[in-house]
Structure formats: C-alpha cells, structure tokens
C-alpha cells in the first residue's frame, strides 16, 4: 500500500517452467514486469530446472525445452497479452550474478541487450526502463553490496516514477481498506483460505451489506486481488493465489521425488503421476496444507483446478494436470512427417507461436468440453507429454489424433490410422471427422486463452508449406482467394495450390471457389 488510495499488487511467479503455465490464470492488468537475466549464461543456452523443497534440492536438474532468449520473449508477451488492450505495461531488465559474468566470456553485457532489444515488441519499445544507456540493472542479488543497493534503488525510484505516468485501474474506494482488512486476517490467522462468512463478518464492520459484499467480492476477483470462484465454491474465498500455487508446488516436488528414487520401478497410479501426470485424490490426501476441514479439503481443490482447466478428470478418481507434464523426445516435424491420407493440420500464431499455457489448458478443455479421450494401451495414456498427446478418433473409429507443440510458431494437429484401415476408409473417416476437429481444437484454443486471460491470441489455419519438403517444417496460411497457400517464411517467392486432402480439414467441397469472406474465418485477428 504506498498510501490510503494507492494499491501495488507485487507477485513473485518464479523461474520454474511448470509454473509458466499456470501463472497467467492469476495475474491481469500488468503494469510493470521486472524480468531477471543471468549474466553468468548465454542467452540461446537452455537453462537448468531446479527444484527445492525446505532448501534442499528434489529431483534430478533438467533443461527447460525453452532458451533464456525464450522464456524472456514468453514472458513479454503474456505481460503484454494480460493487460487491457489499451495498456502498454513497462517493462525492466535486471541482470542478476554479476559477480559471476566471467563464467560467460562468448556473450558480454552489451551482446546480451542487443539480443533482449532485438525480441522486445515493436509496440512495447517505449515503455522498457532503461539506465543511462544500459538496458540491464546488473546487480548481486544474493550478496548486494553497496554499489548493488543504489543499482536497486535507481529501479525503484525509476519504476515509480515510471508507474505513476499510467493510468491506475480504478476501483471503488471503500474497497481498498476492505481488501487490506482481508489480508491482515489472513495474517494473523496464517491462513489464505477463507469462509465467505468469515470475509463478510470483516465486511460488515465497514458497513457492507450481503449486496455490497457480494459485488465487492466479484470486482475484486475481476481485479485478481482476491479469487472468489462462486460458480464452483460458493463459500470458499482465496484472499491469494498462494494455497492453489503450493498444491502445485508439493505435486511437483512429489512427482520429481519419486522419480529420483524409483529407478524406473513405477506401478500403476504412481507410474501415471510420473510419466503422465495423472493425479489421484490418494496423492492429493497426502498433502495436508492449506486445507482447512469441512470448508476446503482435496474435493475443493479437485473442484476449482477443473474449473480452472488446470485439471482435466479422465477416469474415475484420476485427473490429468498438464501443468506437470515433461517434455519427451520426439522426431522433429518435417513437411513429409505427417499422414499419408491427408496432410496435418496447423494453428499458426505468429513468428513466436502460442503464449504460456495455451497448449496444457487445451489439453485440459478438450477433455473436459468436448469429450475426448486420450488414447490408452494397458491401462496408461500411448503418449501424453508436455509436447505432445494422442486422443481417441471421436465416434469410435479407428486411428488416433496427435496434438503438438512444437515449440516453435504453431501447433501441429495430425489423424493416423492403423495399416488395417485402407485408405478409402481413412478418406471417409477423414470427411466426415476432420472439420469437427479443426472447429474443436480451435475452440479449445479460444477458451484457453480466455482461461488465461490473454486478449490476443487466436491463430490461423495453415498447412505444411510443399515447397520446404527437406527442411524443418513451415507453416503455409490459406490466401485471402481460399486457392492458395502462403510460405509464412519466405511469402514473396513460396506458394502452393489448395487440394482436396487440404480441403478435407476445412469441410469445402473440391469444386468450391471460396471467397476471401469464407477464407477470412481460417485467418486470425
């Protein structure tokens, strides 16, 4: 509280890469991110996860599938992406280890801000807080010395300053002291699950009555101040994000333990948890936490992470959370990588592909909205992974759709049969199933980013570019004619023709002459 009028709302959202993808369902209406760049590495390198638990390390390190470069590119544009449309936030590069740079002699300070330069948004350009000439405030985070203390408070005083040139959400004044009351009872009772008895037993004394209460309750959970998910518990209020972000954090920390120490000896739902992220209400019973009898126990949590589409129910008592799926090992996608029977299906999103959580929230809305089913052989999912995921053929037909990250502008959608199947069926099946799920998967993708709050991040309809064949595999969007497909790499010279097969996707006859009224719905806005 920097005064009895002003609020700053501060969160730490951590460096981990499973947290990336949940974070953005907590966070609106960023003003300034300060975002932490280790000078001690390069910035193309790929970090190493660590986790820790009471200060000891869980698990065995392993590299993020994102670069530094990435994550910092990631993490501008979800930033950017949380914030009302009409809002810019600022944004401040704090270079951290300096005393250890030495250890990075390919890539100097000034190699790294012409790297950070170069991914800034072009709209986010005047809004980076800079010193002097200096893109990154190097300082010792650890052990600040002197010189590291007037570095940090430069930032601060320029953060300030530079915060109080934007325009502040505005919120009705009798709020403010409601939701500082909230907090200080949430400390002293060391706990940030509260009844919504409790809350309105505070509210009351500042003149609230259930009308007021109520609304005020909703405003501030528009503002992400509090969570209140009436929809789902109705009597439960979160003063913060903190319980349902630790329930994670003991999952994780679980999943990382058992896998260090199980030497591949896994059975059953404990073999699910760790390879496929697959929770049981037995795992989440043993996490006592936050939970609070008859108010918010494991059926609570269950409750508000399907709501949350950061889980996903796929049997009885078993719930997928993608959140803590790893990355596995898969042939990069080549144009020719794809069905014989028809090619595979693209959702390009721009030169730097999906935002944050995007990919592990459709997962979860597939499963939960439309039904579908991840494929399975002996009772455990074929391939669910934070990269890549095989669903069933909706209708009972054969084959399988894999759905694909590719950790690059799109994601790759494909349907694969079984050599049984001969291929006029496979076309059959192909007509008949494909446009439902070109209509499904972008309607899942529409709700994630809804889910995460993000305001611009709906993709377009492409194919594999033909004309790239032997090299990594392009995105090719369908031209404002609906005749012909355009190289998103190299546009000027690369072009190719609509067929049949690529028609199947989009349910347009063979003979049809679409019209750029008709093709505009496979562009994004």
Request: proline share 6%.
């Amino acid at each position: 509280h920097l005064n009895d009028k002003d609020l700053l709302d501060v969160d730490d959202t951590g460096g981990q890469p499973m947290f990336h993808e949940v974070l953005p369902v907590f966070i609106q209406n960023t003003m300034l991110g300060i975002l932490t760049v280790k000078l001690n590495e390069p910035l193309d390198s790929f970090p190493l996860v660590e986790y820790y638990a009471r200060g000891e390390r869980v698990g065995e390190p392993f590299n993020s599938p994102f670069t530094h470069l990435d994550t910092l590119r990631h993490c501008m544009r979800v930033i950017q992406s949380t914030c009302d449309r009409n809002t810019c936030p600022k944004i401040a590069f704090v270079g951290t280890h300096k005393d250890l740079a030495h250890e990075c002699p390919q890539e100097s300070i000034e190699m790294k801000e012409e790297k950070l330069r170069n991914i800034i948004p072009r709209d986010m350009e005047d809004n980076i807080i800079i010193h002097g000439q200096s893109l990154l405030l190097a300082v010792n985070v650890k052990t600040p010395g002197n010189e590291d203390e007037k570095v940090i408070s430069i930032l601060r005083e320029k953060a300030i300053v530079e915060l109080c040139k934007l325009k502040p959400k505005k919120m009705p004044l009798r709020y403010i002291p409601l939701e500082m009351a909230f907090q200080r009872m949430a400390k002293e009772q060391r706990k940030s699950v509260m009844s919504k008895e409790e809350c309105f037993e505070v509210a009351a004394t500042y003149n609230f009555t259930r009308e007021s209460f109520e609304a005020a309750l909703k405003y501030l959970h528009g503002l992400k101040l509090i969570f209140y998910y009436e929809e789902v518990l109705p009597d439960i209020v979160f003063i913060d994000a903190q319980a349902i972000l630790d329930k994670i954090t003991e999952l994780v920390v679980h999943s990382l333990s058992l896998q260090a120490k199980s030497s591949g000896k896994l059975l059953g739902a404990l073999k699910k948890f760790v390879k496929c992220g697959i929770v049981t209400a037995e795992i989440l019973e043993q996490f006592p936490s936050h939970y609070i009898p008859k108010l918010f126990m494991k059926e609570q949590l269950i409750l508000v992470l399907k709501h949350l589409r950061i889980m996903a129910e796929v049997g009885k008592g078993e719930y997928l959370m993608p959140c803590l799926l790893r990355k596995q090992g898969i042939p990069r996608l080549v144009a020719g990588a794809s069905s014989l029977v028809i090619p595979a299906l693209l959702f390009y999103f721009g030169r730097d592909g999906p935002k944050l959580g995007v990919y592990c929230f459709l997962l979860a809305s597939l499963i939960t909205e439309a039904k579908w089913e991840l494929l399975e052989e002996d009772g455990y999912p074929v391939q669910v992974s934070r990269n890549s995921a095989q669903f069933t053929v909706p209708g009972k037909n054969p084959g399988c759709i894999t759905i694909t990250d590719s950790f690059s502008s799109y994601l790759h959608v494909s349907i694969d049969f079984p050599a049984t199947v001969s291929r006029e069926r496979a076309q059959e099946i192909c007509k008949k199933v494909c446009p439902m799920i070109r209509e499904t998967v972008l309607t899942g993708i529409r709700k994630a980013s809804q889910r995460l709050n993000y305001n611009n991040s709906i993709p377009s309809v492409a194919f594999p570019c033909s004309g790239h064949k032997d090299t990594p595999l392009h995105p090719a969007t369908i031209s404002d004619s609906g005749k012909m497909l355009t190289c998103t790499t190299h546009p000027a010279t690369v072009c190719s023709e609509m067929t049949d097969q690529h028609r199947l996707w989009l349910g347009t006859p063979a003979t049809a002459s679409a019209t750029s009224s008709t093709s505009g719905m496979y562009r994004s806005t």
